[in-house]
């Protein structure tokens, strides 16, 4: 979430609310980016096993993020209102898995949840942590949506740089010097 | 029963491992990385050029999940709309390797990777996809591995386990 790393709690879950999706959206997703026939046309979708139209999960899971992401956004809100300074999210790097368990049909509402399993700091970007998160999305039946394995980097309050990366750092900022070291990695 | 949608189409049993098929491309524009990160990512490194250039992105790149998007398309375009699918189980290990900046031009290939009858459905064969998704510089974006329900022309074959 957008704190500092070293201020997320593992095992905390966060109730990212839910999201309706309707038969307009589904189609529209659809036409742009999983043309196929039981997510764009309804007479056709009829005769698959679906028997009618379903949302395309990358649809479910694009929904599933926007909710993660306007729960950051509260969530650093939240920290600003109790006169603390959120952290930094960053981009995530992959997603381990994802597994679709349940199709979504036109009305149904999806309700997301995010649990923190794990964190670590990052070997590869100094400065940085990454953050194991499950995304679970069940149905207004109470049937699970879909559910899956995220990773993502959240900015660590208390790095200090080691002093010789702070010396390499410092070498870069001077134009010739910058080039050459640039040129030697 | 046959499925009248899908019954020209290829099915399970027209399938073979290691099979490749060639994405196509698609141009990525700003236009399109600041629409998707509105309704999907509205991350200010998404959205803003100032943002993007601060972050560790270093430039407005486009969503992660529009790159999946976007290959998703090219899969439905160029393979799975051509095959009698059934929908899509998940996928894993989905490695975004590179960001996709304005201007980049994605495309690739994917590589079927597995096959296998479904033991619950035996009207399904389950296909598994090797993504291997680059941009113009050949530099790579995204790699994962999807499985696909794909129908079977006929659901009576005996299921027959491959050797380990």
Same mark, same amino acid.
């Given at each position: ?9 593992v ?5 990212? /609310?839910?999201?309706?999706f ?5 189609v529209?997703?659809?036409r742009?980016? @999983? ?7 309804k ?11 379903? +949302? ?9 993020h ?7 956004? +509260? ?8 006169g603390?300074?959120? /952290? ?5 790097? /992959?997603? &381990? ?10 009305? @149904? ?9 794990? !964190?670590?700091?990052? &070997? ?8 194991? &998160?499950?995304?679970? +999305? ?16 959240? !900015?660590?309050?208390?790095?200090r740089?080691?002093?010789r ?10 134009p ?5 070291l640039r040129?030697?990695t | ?5 899908t019954?020209?189409?290829?099915? *399970?049993?027209?399938l ?5 098929? %060639?994405l ?10 600041v629409?998707f990160?509105?309704e999907?990512?509205? *991350? #200010? ?18 969503? $992660?999940?529009?790159? $999946? ?12 709309g051509?095959?009698?699918?059934? $929908?899509?189980l998940? *996928? ?7 960001? =996709? ?8 290939? =994917?590589?079927?990777?597995?096959l ?8 399904? $064969?389950i296909?598994?996809? %090797?993504?291997? =998704?680059?941009n113009?510089?050949?530099? #790579?974006?995204?790699?994962m591995?999807?499985?696909?329900? =794909?129908?079977?022309?006929? #659901?009576?074959? #005996?299921i ?5």
């Amino acid at each position: 979430m957008t704190r500092w790393f070293e201020d997320i709690v593992v095992n905390e879950a966060f109730d990212l /609310g839910d999201y309706t999706f309707t038969e307009e959206e589904i189609v529209r997703f659809g036409r742009l980016y @999983d043309p196929q026939y039981f997510h764009v046309d309804k007479d056709a979708a009829g005769q698959s096993h679906f028997g009618g139209l379903v +949302a395309s999960g990358w649809h479910t899971v694009c929904v599933g993020h926007r909710k993660m992401v306007d729960a950051l956004f +509260a969530e650093e809100e939240r920290l600003r209102g109790l006169g603390r300074e959120p /952290g930094i999210s960053g981009p995530s790097p /992959g997603v &381990n898995a994802m597994e679709f368990k349940a199709p979504v049909r036109p009305g @149904d509402t999806v309700r997301y949840t995010l649990t923190v399993t794990g !964190k670590r700091p990052s &070997n590869s970007i100094p400065g940085w942590g990454l953050l194991f &998160n499950k995304l679970e +999305a069940v149905n207004q039946h109470a049937e699970m949506v879909y559910h899956a394995e995220l990773v993502g980097f959240s !900015k660590l309050r208390d790095y200090r740089m080691p002093l010789r990366l702070r010396a390499l750092t410092a070498l870069a900022r001077i134009p010739m010097i910058g080039k050459a070291l640039r040129r030697g990695t | 029963m046959t499925n009248p949608v899908t019954k020209d189409l290829r099915h *399970f049993e027209d399938l073979e491992v290691g099979e490749v098929t %060639d994405l196509g491309k698609v141009t990525v524009t700003k236009d399109m990385i600041v629409s998707f990160a509105r309704e999907f990512d509205p *991350f #200010p490194f998404h959205l803003d050029e100032k943002a993007a250039k601060e972050s560790l992105l270093g430039g407005l790149a486009s969503s $992660g999940w529009q790159t $999946g998007a976007l290959s998703l398309r090219m899969l439905v375009e160029s393979f799975l709309g051509n095959i009698a699918s059934a $929908g899509g189980l998940g *996928f894993k290990n989905l490695k975004w390797k590179n960001p =996709v900046m304005v201007g980049d031009t994605i495309g690739g290939t =994917v590589t079927i990777a597995e096959l296998r009858r479904s033991h619950h459905h035996p009207e399904w $064969g389950i296909i598994t996809l %090797d993504f291997d =998704v680059k941009n113009q510089k050949g530099q #790579p974006v995204m790699t994962m591995r999807l499985s696909n329900l =794909v129908e079977l022309r006929d #659901p009576a074959a #005996p299921i027959l386990e491959t050797a380990p």
